[in-house]
């Protein structure tokens, strides 16, 4: 899931994550523009003088922001307090005549990235990673781990006013604010907001949850917990629809959220609790913000957040809920490249395409009465996967008897080492 990175979460032993050290290497990335024609766009030739382990801004969204040489501590805040007399040595020495002092954010990962390039946007700046850590993505993290640096440029290569305001950077950001104007305010009740664990960023978010198959996979992909009763019978009276979406950065959870509609796009704006200046701020956290809203309000949505509206909620994506014979035995397997008819008799033909890479497809044999969807539950305590199956839309109809259903999904890559089980 591409994870909106606005507020940080309390972390979750689930795994191991990587912390990196501070490094005063000096590396440098790309053609960049000249001084007589500032780029539009194009990644720049700049400078890294400090790349170290960092603490996430505690208020706003992290932008790459004009610093003041001649304050090396206030650059410094940008980083843990162990890296943070390296990230004064370096201001000190780093020569920046002709140049601009940059620093920011670079990413929220499981582990710290190795390097730094620098873009120009339009007329903003952006910091990408490089160097990242093969694991990133693959495993779950034990908390997010923030990558800071400070870099330098030709100033003649930055666009026309940029940081001409130090104080309020005019760059666009990692993630971009979810409230452009002229966004609707959509009406909503916030229902849920727990720490979670830290996803990568390339994957789908968690969209909305519509039925109590979708409910159970979120919460299971997170590890949350049963459903709330009330939350429930809310989506089982179809009144209302679920916005969830997974947040990190910052140093506290989210106090409230807003959703705010885009035309076919919905996305939470976060409350933050006051600041507190006392607040050392060395690990990233995660939450899960959860917003019922009125099924009417979501008609004509198609994103969330960016991603998928209907994507999964789950841990993986459901590629085939088929009708088996009644013979067919309840199992759960991971898929070794074919599907034998004498194992799932009669298997109709399927043409699921290839799976995912680094991902992980299974196979579900479930009980059903004519399902209309299926999802993922993930049990991240004991390392397990299962395949539910819900009817949904029309009537509801009465089964005499359960009948067996094939059920193909992929685990996302992140998920890929959950075991299949049949409950």
Do not use: N, W
């Amino acid at each position: 899931m591409r994870l909106r990175i606005v507020a940080l979460l309390v972390p979750l032993v689930l795994a191991l994550a990587a912390c990196g050290g501070g490094s005063d290497d000096t590396t440098s990335s790309g053609p960049g523009g000249g001084p007589d024609d500032p780029p539009a766009s194009g990644t720049l030739d700049a400078e890294v003088l400090f790349l170290a382990e960092g603490e996430y801004p505690l208020e706003g969204d992290p932008a790459v922001e004009v610093l003041d040489p001649a304050d090396p501590d206030g650059a410094a805040t940008l980083f843990i307090e162990p890296e943070r007399d390296a990230a004064v040595e370096a201001v000190q020495a780093a020569d920046l005549d002709g140049r601009t002092l940059l620093g920011g954010t670079v990413q929220v990962g499981c582990f710290t990235a190795g390097g730094v390039s620098v873009e120009v946007i339009d007329d903003g700046v952006v910091f990408h990673a490089e160097d990242v850590d093969d694991q990133e993505g693959e495993v779950e993290c034990a908390r997010a781990v923030v990558t800071a640096a400070l870099v330098s440029v030709a100033t003649d290569a930055l666009p026309d006013g940029f940081g001409d305001d130090p104080t309020d950077p005019t760059g666009p950001t990692e993630p971009t604010s979810p409230e452009p104007p002229g966004d609707d305010e959509v009406p909503g009740e916030v229902v849920q907001i727990d720490p979670a664990r830290h996803e990568a960023d390339d994957g789908a978010g968690p969209g909305l949850v519509r039925d109590q198959v979708d409910y159970e996979a979120l919460l299971g992909r997170y590890g949350l917990g049963e459903p709330d009763p009330a939350v429930l019978a809310r989506l089982e009276s179809g009144a209302d629809v679920l916005v969830a979406d997974a947040v990190s950065g910052g140093c506290e959870l989210p106090t409230d959220a807003t959703v705010i509609r885009t035309d076919t796009d919905l996305a939470l704006e976060l409350d933050h609790p006051p600041v507190d200046p006392d607040l050392a701020c060395d690990e990233a956290v995660s939450a899960l913000v959860v917003v019922a809203v009125s099924s009417a309000a979501v008609e004509g949505i198609e994103t969330v957040d960016g991603d998928p509206a209907d994507g999964p909620t789950g841990v993986g994506v459901v590629h085939a809920i088929e009708p088996l014979d009644i013979d067919a035995e309840r199992s759960a397997e991971r898929f070794d490249g074919s599907l034998d008819p004498t194992v799932y008799p009669g298997l109709p033909d399927l043409d699921l395409g290839p799976v995912a890479e680094d991902g992980q497809r299974l196979v579900f044999v479930v009980e059903a009465c004519q399902p209309a969807t299926a999802e993922l539950i993930a049990d991240l305590g004991s390392g397990t996967v299962r395949a539910e199956t819900q009817q949904t839309g029309g009537d509801i109809v009465d089964c005499d008897a359960l009948s067996p259903f094939l059920v193909v999904a992929d685990l996302a890559a992140d998920h890929a080492d959950l075991d299949p089980v049949t409950d």
